[in-house]
């Protein structure tokens, strides 16, 4: 368990060769894809015409994703990523509340907006007390 845990929680952040690059390019196409999709939807534009922005917000934030939890696994109890499921949660809810859909896309714009441009110590906040993932890979005694 405590290799386990060592290899989702490595000591030190594993980076991505190239992967400022990498980030700001996914981030850049993310925000267009979603931009676009969340301005048609909020406008009526046809279903057919709003997926492949969709499909591009997805694929993008997918990859950010996956590319936070080749750094570490901490992302998914840290705010940044709790954030992270927030949106998505509240995107799932879009097709069921009809016209109020729109509100939720702006209430993930304006929540994507302030979390990525907070302060990185809270940002990056884990909700676990602090030595908690020290133990569970074992570099701390109990």
């Known amino acids: 368990m405590n290799r386990l845990f060592a290899l989702l929680f490595p ?3 594993r980076y991505l060769p190239a992967s400022r690059l990498l980030n700001v390019s996914l981030r850049s196409l993310h925000i267009l894809g979603f931009s676009v999709f969340t301005g048609g939807y909020w406008f009526g534009q046809p ?3 709003l997926a492949p922005w969709l499909w591009l917000a997805m694929v993008s934030g997918g990859l950010m994703v996956l590319i936070e939890l080749y750094g ?3 992302f998914v109890v840290e705010l940044r990523g709790l954030a992270v499921f927030l949106k998505l949660g509240l995107l799932a809810l879009v097709p069921a509340v009809g016209e109020y859909g729109v509100w939720l896309l702006a209430t993930v714009i304006v929540l994507a907006s302030v979390t990525s441009h907070m302060r990185g110590k809270y940002r990056h906040m884990s909700i676990l ?3 908690t993932i ?3 890979a074992g570099r701390v005694s109990s």
């Open 72 to 74: 570490s696994f901490s």
């Open 47 to 49: 279903n057919g015409e």
């Open 134 to 136: 020290e133990r569970l």
């Open 129 to 131: 007390p602090a030595d």
């Open 11 to 13: 000591a030190r952040y």
